[in-house]
């Protein structure tokens, strides 16, 4: 790394460090900056979320990394902003509490770093290291390994631990016809039938390709575009006990015409169309944690069955 004489008094680092350690290309940023300054300040990128993918270290675990190999850095945090503008206001104000009268500042990134954000008042130069790994890499590295370790074990329930509940979001699609049919599948291993759906995707645009895609896959017919009618807490055996939850985004869509055959044939074993009055009259045909799909279809159908739907509404009520 050859940075530019003239070097002013303090040398600031903004990075992430979401890492388990420190890289060779991180630990070349941080002693080039500290061989050319007396005082070196590293700002720690701060994420509002917790325990994800790219923000999985919370601050202090990457300051005491930080200050374990470099202990006489003054390591501080700066927090995301939407606003580029905002976060460079931000980031000369805190570093400005951190100056004495008349200390000239040098900001240093690496590659790929704040720097095409920052719009602040210091200068900045960016020093590129003869090797380069992402921290991308390195974590997708480090998911692939397992260590039998206490430590190791800790981390990880300790991360677990420390990220917001979150709700799993998936897609039911009732297929209808003009004979007053649904049209269910029966997954290999089950017994019982449920609602066209799955998980929503995060590659997608919309929840509306999110149910064209599964009635593709598991039912293999051709639909008009799916209508949202509501949405429920699905009560999925493999969530009971758990903080986070699957909720279901529910759409209607009216058969237009193929033959019902599924194209995922690994997940889904069978199709098949159902009166509603069969399922009305026969609710254990559908699996438990889509009944209340199927309360919500009836509910905005009372004219298909209304005795069975009276009835089912008064259960609804005593329970």
Known sequence: ????????????????????????????????????????????????????RSNPLDFESRKQMVLEAFPDTTVLYIKD???????????????????????????YGGRNSFIEHYVGRYPVTELESKTYLSGTELRRQISSRV?????FRAGVIWSTNNRWPSVQCTIDV?????????????????TKFR????????????????????????AGVQCASPVYIGSRVIDDWRHRGEIDKIKSLIFEAKY???????????????????PVSELSANKS?????????????????????????QNETQDNISA
């Open 1 to 52: 790394m050859k940075p530019k004489e003239n070097i002013p008094d303090v040398g600031v680092i903004v990075a992430r460090f979401q890492v388990h350690n420190l890289s060779e290309a991180h630990r070349d940023l941080i002693y080039t900056v500290a061989q050319r300054h007396k005082k070196v300040i590293i700002f720690l990128g701060l994420s509002p979320l917790l325990g994800t």
């Open 81 to 107: 902003m939407p606003d580029d503008l905002a976060w460079s206001k931000r980031l000369d104000e805190q570093i400005a509490d951190h100056l004495l009268p008349r200390q000239t500042v040098m900001l």
């Open 147 to 151: 260590k039998g370790t206490a430590d």
């Open 174 to 190: 009732i297929i209808t016809d003009e004979r007053d049919r649904l049209l269910l599948v029966r997954k290999h291993g089950e």
């Open 195 to 218: 609602f066209v759906g799955g998980f929503a995707q995060p590659d997608t645009d919309t929840f509306e390709i999110d149910a064209n895609r599964e009635i593709h896959e598991e």
């Open 256 to 274: 237009l015409f193929g033959t019902p055959s599924p194209l995922d044939t690994q997940e889904i074993a069978e199709v098949r169309w159902f």
């Open 285 to 309: 045909i559908i699996a438990p944690e889509h009944h209340s799909i199927f309360n919500l279809y009836l509910t905005r159908h009372p004219d298909i069955d209304k005795d069975t739907n």
